[in-house]
């Protein structure tokens, strides 16, 4: 069998799954949400990680049922969770090309979250840049478009990989940028990293926009990124993806 007709299969029978990635406060230190990113539990090699099997997200035959049912599955643990009394914060989902072919992308999303009774201030989505420029501009402006003034926070992730990541922010309603981890990694040993990461804070700052530091491990990291008012942070040095169960635990121990 193919890998994708092995996923779909695995999509079928519900072993691809979300896991969660806490995001705190710089300012606060507090779990403001989590950003979801899909698992595939697999029978025999253990849980993998989309580093496996990342490219069907692209795939057109199957990249958008995966998309769609992780922010299914999204929805349904945030209104679990929200029914049990827990304040999960704002969940992120990463979007791919293959779902911007929906036609009514932002339609859809916002069906599947008041299907499952979930506040639209509780969602975000997170495009990269290659989603950007992938050839259907004018629809991810709309599709964008129509979420942000929804409510949806759009995050633009792995900010400065990509081209022309300044026209992005004009002619897309971004509400946040991600730091790219490759830029944090060597943040406290390598001068072009840190000037570079300054810079974005600074942008951030003058455009109004928060700015979320990706792939932090350590307390140098976290402290150079508070200095230069970073809003938000995420990495291992506040927790690592986890599976939809232990999120409650996560916020017990936050409050
Ligand atoms: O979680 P991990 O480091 O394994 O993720 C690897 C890559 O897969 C990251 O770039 C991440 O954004 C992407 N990814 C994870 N989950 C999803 C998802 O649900 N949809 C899309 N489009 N990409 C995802
Ligand atoms: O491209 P995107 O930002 O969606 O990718 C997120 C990926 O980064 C996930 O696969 C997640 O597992 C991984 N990740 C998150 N935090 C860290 C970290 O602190 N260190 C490393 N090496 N990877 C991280
Ligand atoms: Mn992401
Ligand atoms: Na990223």
């Known amino acids: 069998v193919t890998v994708a007709r092995e996923i779909r299969a695995a999509l079928d029978e519900g072993w691809i799954v979300p896991f969660y990635q806490p995001k705190v406060s710089l300012k606060t230190g507090a779990v403001v949400g989590f950003e979801a990113l899909a698992r595939w539990r697999h029978p025999t090699r253990g849980l993998l990680s989309p580093a496996a099997f990342a490219s069907v997200f ?3 035959e199957i990249g958008a049922a995966l998309g769609f049912s992780i922010a299914e599955q999204v929805a349904r643990d945030i209104r679990n969770w929200v029914s049990r009394g827990f304040d999960p914060g704002r969940i992120f989902v990463n979007l791919s090309t ?3 072919a929906e036609e009514d992308l932002a339609g859809r999303l916002l069906a599947i979250l008041s299907e499952a009774e979930v506040e ?6 997170e495009v990269t840049e290659t989603v950007l420029i992938g050839g259907q ?3 991810v402006a709309q599709t964008l478009e129509r979420l942000h003034a929804a409510g949806v926070r759009v995050a633009l992730d792995d900010f400065g990989t990509g081209y022309a990541s300044l026209t992005h922010l004009k002619r897309f309603p971004v509400d946040e940028i991600k730091i790219d981890r490759s830029f944090v990694n060597d943040l406290t040993h390598d001068a072009n990293d840190a000037a570079i990461v300054t810079a974005v804070l600074q942008l951030g700052r003058s ?3 928060d700015v979320t530091a990706e792939g932090i491990e350590t307390p140098e990291q976290a402290a150079f990124l ?5 809003t938000f942070a995420q990495g291992y040095l506040y927790g690592k993806p986890v599976a939809g169960s232990r999120v409650p635990w ?3 121990r936050a409050a």
């Open 250 to 252: 996560i916020l017990a």
């Open 98 to 100: 293959a779902q911007f």
């Open 207 to 209: 455009l109004g926009l």
């Open 226 to 230: 508070q200095a230069g008012g970073c």
């Open 58 to 60: 692209d795939d057109a």
């Open 137 to 139: 501009g004018e629809r």
């Open 120 to 125: 639209v201030a509780r969602f975000g989505v």
